[in-house]
């Protein structure tokens, strides 16, 4: 971003932070740290991302300690097995990005990223946009496959396939990013 800005040709007001996976992890933790990031979508990004870690599913703290230790401080091992005991859940994390929207996915083969417990992370979020008086049009219960909603601060959809980042995915990040700047529905 501090590169972006000095480029005159960039729009620094419209910047839409995007990653999958691990990046997906690392572009919810960069819109926290950073408000001048518009938007913030983060694509199949799973456990310590996206997905609430006390519903214990899918990639584990455990795992993910063990898989990627280099990723994560070493106190963080110290929850290995013990989720319920964290102190904060991922929903917080999306919290302190409001009120700038966020997009999250997941893919229907993709269940060690835990797409509910994504969907209940953004749900749970709720509360905090609301006292910025923006209202999520998020449903009770996660949408059907396929079933992108983009028109709201907190956006979500799970889409048929495996832990990947496809076209479908960047068409409705670009819808949400339309809808976010003003652009109006893209159908």
């Excluded at 209940?120 to 992108?148: D, F, Q, R, W």
């Excluded at 909603?149 to 980042?165: C, T, V």
């Amino acid at each position: 971003m501090d590169y972006f800005e000095t480029d005159p040709q960039i729009d620094t007001k419209k910047i839409v932070l995007t990653g999958h996976s691990r990046g997906g992890k690392a572009s919810l933790w960069a819109a926290a740290q950073d408000q001048r990031f518009a938007i913030c979508v983060t694509n199949c990004s799973g456990s310590t991302g996206a997905a609430l870690a006390r519903r214990q599913f899918g990639e584990r703290v455990n795992r993910i300690n063990t898989s990627f230790p280099h990723w994560f401080s070493t106190n963080y091992k110290k929850y290995n097995g013990h989720e319920e005991l964290l102190p904060v859940d991922q929903h917080m994390l999306i919290s302190l990005i409001a009120p700038r929207p966020v997009y999250s996915t997941n893919a229907s083969e993709d269940l060690w990223a835990d797409p509910k417990g994504t969907f209940l992370s953004l749900k749970n979020a709720e509360e905090v946009y609301a006292l910025y008086g923006l209202k999520s049009i998020l449903p009770h219960s996660p949408p059907e496959l396929n079933t992108p909603i983009i028109e709201s601060p907190l956006a979500y959809h799970n889409r048929e396939g495996k832990h990947d980042l496809t076209v479908y995915d960047w068409k409705q990040f670009i819808r949400f990013a339309d809808y976010h700047f003003g652009r109006g529905k893209q159908e």
